[in-house]
C-alpha cells in the first residue's frame, strides 16, 4: 500500500501518532477507538503494508511500532512542496561573517581606547 493512501484515514493517522510515542500491543491500541479490535489490525496491517509501522509478535501478542523511515516520501513531498527561502542560504553566512567582524573591530576599537584612558 501506498504510504500516501495509508495516511488518507484518520483513524491510521491517530494510530501513527500513538506509535510515535512507542511501541504499543494491539489491544492497547484499540482500546483508544469505538471500533473493534478486528479493525484495529486491519489498519495496523495496513500501515504495516505502507511501510509505516513494523510488527513484532511476542507470544500471543502483536507489538507494533513507527517505522519512521516510511515516512521519507511524505516528507520529501513536504520539502518540495515547501516555498523557498526569500534568500539564499549563503546571504546569511556573509551576514554571520560581517557580524563577527564588526564585533571583532569594536572590541579592539575599545580595547585600544581603555590602554589610552590608562595611559
Not at 496491517?45 to 519512521?68: F, I, K, M, P, W
Not at 520539502?79 to 526569500?86: D, M, T
Request: net charge positive; charged share 30%; hydrophobic share 40%.
Amino acid at each position: 500500500m501506498d504510504p500516501f493512501a495509508a495516511l488518507a484515514d484518520p483513524v491510521r493517522r491517530a494510530l501513527l501518532r500513538a506509535l510515535a510515542a512507542g511501541p504499543a500491543r494491539v489491544v492497547d491500541l484499540a482500546a483508544a477507538y469505538p471500533i473493534s479490535r478486528p479493525a484495529i489490525s486491519k489498519h495496523l496491517r495496513l500501515l504495516t503494508e505502507a511501510g509505516l509501522a513494523s510488527v513484532e509478535d511476542r507470544g500471543r501478542e502483536r507489538h507494533y511500532a513507527l517505522n519512521r523511515s516510511g515516512l521519507a516520501p511524505v516528507s520529501n513531498l513536504l520539502k518540495e512542496l515547501r516555498p523557498a527561502p526569500p534568500f539564499a542560504e549563503a546571504a546569511l553566512d556573509g551576514l554571520d561573517l560581517e557580524v563577527r567582524r564588526t564585533v571583532r573591530e569594536r572590541s579592539t576599537s575599545r580595547s585600544d581606547h581603555q590602554q589610552e584612558d590608562t595611559a
